[in-house]
């Protein structure tokens, strides 16, 4: 058990809500920006010390820092606007969280690498292309020169199971709820990781005092292709729906850097250290295709 509360810098983000519901108010203080939540604290990373948030905030052993520009187009696009939020609010945040006693738990990104060889340990070179990576890269270094206990969580590509949250698989039931033709890139690995695992990799990782770089990530790698292809599986179990798919490299979507082909990453650092089980695939892709058959069902 949490024995003091943490605290959740981000806490309307995506991630910070589902960890915020896993831990509950009891146990969890979170800062809400554009996005008001009830018992939240009103922070603006830009604008405000932390500090001031930390003297009237007792028995405090974490913060995980969940803020920032997390896209990577919208940092390429505005470099200096997005260092400003990226990097140097955050050195801000450790500095404070550093002479308050409280251990920083940074999520970083899979955008860290290069995406040249792929199946990534902790122990890889970093080697970033995209603004956002390098941004990253910058906090984890200040982060292990200023901290001496620390977590740094290297997160890939999240997502969920709730219909209409807006990640990867929802985002296709969307399109093909509309008839939209669906772009696949074939050239793109990934190491998905479902939403609530990283809630309870967080977690465990704090429970258990860990410290150091870990990677949050799914069991197996996969293509946004083949990720396609196992959430079509699922859905033709109960829907005779054929959707258009093209194929196509991730190169050819009009993105303003190049991103990087293979951040597929291992987690057994993570799974050895806290023993948690991480959701298949292709399980949560059966649940969202039953999900989405009930709601189909219920509006006929």
């Known amino acids: 058990m949490v024995r003091k509360k943490i605290l959740i810098l981000g806490g309307t983000s995506y991630i910070g809500i589902h960890l915020f519901n896993h831990l509950g108010k009891d146990l969890a203080i979170r800062t809400y920006h554009s996005k008001p939540v009830e018992n939240g604290i009103y922070f603006d990373a830009l604008s405000m010390d932390l500090s001031k948030i930390l003297k009237n905030t007792k028995n405090i052993s974490h913060a995980v820092i969940l803020l920032g520009d997390a896209n990577p187009d919208s940092c390429a696009g505005d470099i200096e606007k997005s260092k400003r939020l990226n990097v140097d609010s955050i050195k801000s945040i450790i500095d404070h969280l550093n002479e308050y006693g409280i251990k920083p738990v940074f999520t970083s990104s899979q955008f860290v690498f290069d995406g040249k060889k792929g199946d990534y340990t902790e122990e890889d070179p970093v080697s970033p292309i995209l603004t956002y990576g390098k941004q990253k890269v910058e906090i984890e270094r200040y982060i292990q020169k200023m901290c001496s206990d620390f977590i740094i969580a290297r997160i890939s590509k999240a997502f969920g199971s709730q219909i209409g949250d807006k990640t ?133």
């Open 168 to 300: 990867i698989f929802t985002n296709w039931l969307d399109d093909i709820d509309n008839k939209r033709d669906i772009h696949c890139a074939y050239d793109q690995i990934l190491s998905p990781i479902y939403v609530k695992d990283i809630a309870n990799s967080i977690i465990s990782l704090i429970n258990n005092d860990c410290s150091g770089i870990f990677h949050l990530s799914g069991k197996k790698a996969y293509s946004r292709l083949e990720l396609f292809g196992i959430l079509l599986n699922n859905i033709k179990k109960y829907s005779s729906t054929k959707p258009k798919v093209i194929k196509c490299s991730i190169n050819d979507f009009p993105f303003k850097e190049k991103r990087p082909l293979n951040v597929s990453m291992r987690s057994n650092k993570l799974t050895n250290v806290t023993g948690i089980k991480l959701h298949d695939v292709n399980e949560v892709c059966e649940d969202i295709a039953k999900e989405y058959s009930r709601i189909k069902s219920d509006k006929k």
